[in-house]
């Protein structure tokens, strides 16, 4: 079991920065590949970016490429999105999410249904 808590997220003028955190609270989360997720009211919940258990495996959406690092500390349990040079449309709820099947593989997963885990959510509004 894991329990997932997002943190960071706020009002920033369009070209800002932002730092969301994600702590994870359970044994078995350093095993886990990890996520991030956003969802505007009345859309899909979209997929932002991952990383595997190592640290070694990142993946991005088009969107956030050039724009986002993600990047983990096993030993603190804890999962962060940076996000530079932010824009209107990336405003959303973001949340954090773990895959307990990826169980130490390197393997980078982009589908929300393939997530078990999930926080309630961290908003990010960029002004314009």
């Known amino acids: 079991q894991v329990q997932l808590v997002e943190s960071g997220g706020g009002l920033v003028q369009a070209g800002g920065s932002l730092r969301l955190s994600c702590a994870a609270f359970?044994?078995?989360?350093?095993?886990?590949?990890m996520g991030w997720f956003r969802q505007v009211p009345g859309k899909e919940r979209k997929f932002v970016a991952a990383?595997?258990?190592?640290?070694?495996?990142?993946y991005y959406a088009d969107s956030m490429k050039g724009r986002s690092t993600i990047s983990r500390d096993n030993a603190k349990n804890t999962v962060d999105l940076q996000m530079n040079n932010l824009k209107p449309e990336d405003t959303a709820l973001y949340y954090c999410?773990?895959?307990?099947?990826?169980?130490?593989?390197?393997?980078?997963?982009?589908?929300?249904?393939?997530?078990?885990?999930w926080g309630q959510g961290t908003q990010v509004t960029v002004s314009s």
């Open positions: 990383i595997s258990w190592s640290g070694r495996t990142a």
């Open positions: 999410a773990a895959d307990s099947r990826s169980n130490y593989s390197e393997t980078i997963r982009k589908s929300k249904d393939e997530y078990d885990y």
């Open positions: 359970g044994s078995t989360y350093s095993r886990f590949g």
